[in-house]
Each structure stands twice: as structure tokens, then as C-alpha cells.
């Protein structure tokens, strides 16, 4: 089933303290963001690409880009100052009826975990890429224990998060009238609460690249894939 994807790209990265947007390191030789546009690039799914990126670095993707065989499902659009900003410049450029998305910074998405969660948005309308929480979480005030939230329940969430077009758009023009700024797409439709969000089970490799110890075990998920596949 067809899906178009955004991209986030449009970060500062101050995390990373690299000095330049972090999607922009290099893993293998190639660019983060590149690994990443290559997973739908090459999935004949996907319909179009919709990389939100700041102006100013506007060159540098086009010239990373260039000469690519996707570059035909490319588009660029200008990012926000904050990530849900971006991704609502994203919208405007996305016409099919289900839209993905994905932080230019996860480059290790899998296509089965993707086409589970595009075939359960069309059905219920989200769903969101996630894994079980590992540790045990407990929750505090200045630093003094207040509660232990059962684990089981809980899940640590990822993207891609897939929509219908209408349920996106409509949640996002919520959060903008009620001038609501939430940390993924997922809480801002959580928040119109009519329509269920449903989880897709996905894996600890689809990590985001945030600090500088994350680009160690990047480098570590790549050798293994390449182990995998050669
Ligand atoms: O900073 P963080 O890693 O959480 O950002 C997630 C993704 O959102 C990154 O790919 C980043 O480039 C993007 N982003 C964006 N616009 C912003 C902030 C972040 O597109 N204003």
C-alpha cells in the first residue's frame, strides 16, 4: 500500500555538540540522513519523500542528494524552529491519503516494521513504531522517589508514526490553535482523543542518533548488518 513519508532533517543537534546539524556525520562513509533516505528510497512503496531542512543548509542537502536515483521522489521543504513546526510545514506538501513520520536521525528502520504500520493506519488511522521498555522507571520529584510505574505497560516510542492524511492534518491544526507542543505526532492526536493509537512492535536498533555515545553503537548496528548481508 502507498504511503508518503516526512523527513524531520531540520535540527540543530546541539546533543551532539558536533558543530554542524548531526545528520550530516558520517556512518560508513555516507551521511546519517542519507542511510535513512535510503531505507524508502528504496521501499516502491513509498511515493514520495518529504525532507523538512533548515534554508541555510538547503545547498549542502541538494548537493548530497544530487545525481541519486530517488532524487525524482525527493522534495525539500523548510523546517520550523521546533520539530513539530517542521513537520507541519512537511504536511503541506504531502497529497496521498497515508503519510509516515520519520526522524532523519533513526537510519535503522526496517521495511516490515514500516509496512505493518502503514497497513494499521489504514485501518485505524495511527500507529506508531515502539519497543518495550527495558529498565525499570520510576517516577520522582526533586530527585526523591514517588511512584514505580509498572513496566509492563509501558513502551518506549519511536517513529515512524503513520496517519491518516485527515487524522494528522486535523490533529496538527488542533495543536496549533491550542498552541500545544508535544514531543511526538502520536500525543497530538492522543490529545483530540477520538481516534485510537495502536503500537506496531518494532526493534532496539531503530535508535535515534542524539549524542555523541549513540554514533557508537550506530557503528556497531552497521558492522553487524554488514556482517549480516556479506
Ligand atoms: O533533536 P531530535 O533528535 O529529537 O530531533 C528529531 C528529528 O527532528 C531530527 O531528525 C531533527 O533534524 C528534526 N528536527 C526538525 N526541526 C526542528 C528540530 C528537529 O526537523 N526544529
Not at 58 to 78: D, N, P, Q, S
Not at 95 to 121: C, K, M, N, Y
Not at 129 to 140: E, L, M, S
Not at 158 to 185: M, N, V
Request: aromatic share 6%; proline share 4%.
Amino acid at each position: 500500500m502507498e504511503y508518503e513519508v516526512i523527513i524531520p532533517a531540520a535540527g540543530s543537534g546541539t546533543r551532539m555538540g558536533a558543530g554542524k546539524n548531526k545528520l550530516f556525520i558520517e556512518l560508513n562513509g555516507r551521511p546519517i540522513i542519507l542511510h535513512t533516505l535510503d531505507v524508502f528510497a528504496a521501499d516502491r512503496d513509498c511515493s514520495k519523500m518529504i525532507a523538512v531542512i533548515q534554508p541555510k543548509e538547503e545547498k549542502i542537502f541538494k548537493e548530497m542528494t544530487a545525481g541519486r536515483e530517488y532524487e525524482g521522489k525527493l522534495e525539500f521543504v523548510y523546517g520550523g524552529a521546533e520539530r513539530q513546526h517542521s513537520v507541519y510545514n512537511g504536511l503541506t506538501a504531502v497529497s496521498g491519503e497515508i503519510v509516515l513520520v520519520h526522524d532523519g536521525a533513526r537510519p535503522f528502520i526496517r521495511r516490515p516494521v514500516i509496512r505493518q504500520l502503514v497497513r494499521e493506519a489504514a485501518r485505524s488511522g495511527a500507529a506508531i513504531a515502539a519497543v518495550p521498555v527495558k529498565d525499570t522507571i520510576k517516577k520522582a520529584v526533586r530527585q526523591e522517589v514517588v511512584e514505580t510505574i509498572d513496566r509492563s505497560s509501558l513502551w518506549q516510542i519511536q517513529t515512524p508514526q503513520a496517519f491518516r492524511l485527515s487524522i494528522l492534518q486535523k490533529a496538527h491544526e488542533w495543536a496549533k490553535a491550542e498552541d500545544y507542543l508535544g514531543t511526538d505526532e502520536a500525543s497530538l492526536v492522543e490529545k483530540m482523543g477520538d481516534i485510537p493509537v495502536k503500537i506496531i512492535e518494532s526493534d532496539y536498533d531503530n535508535m535515534k542518533i542524539t549524542t555523541p555515545e549513540d554514533l557508537y553503537f550506530a557503528r556497531a548496528v552497521l558492522e553487524k548488518r554488514t556482517h549480516l548481508n556479506g
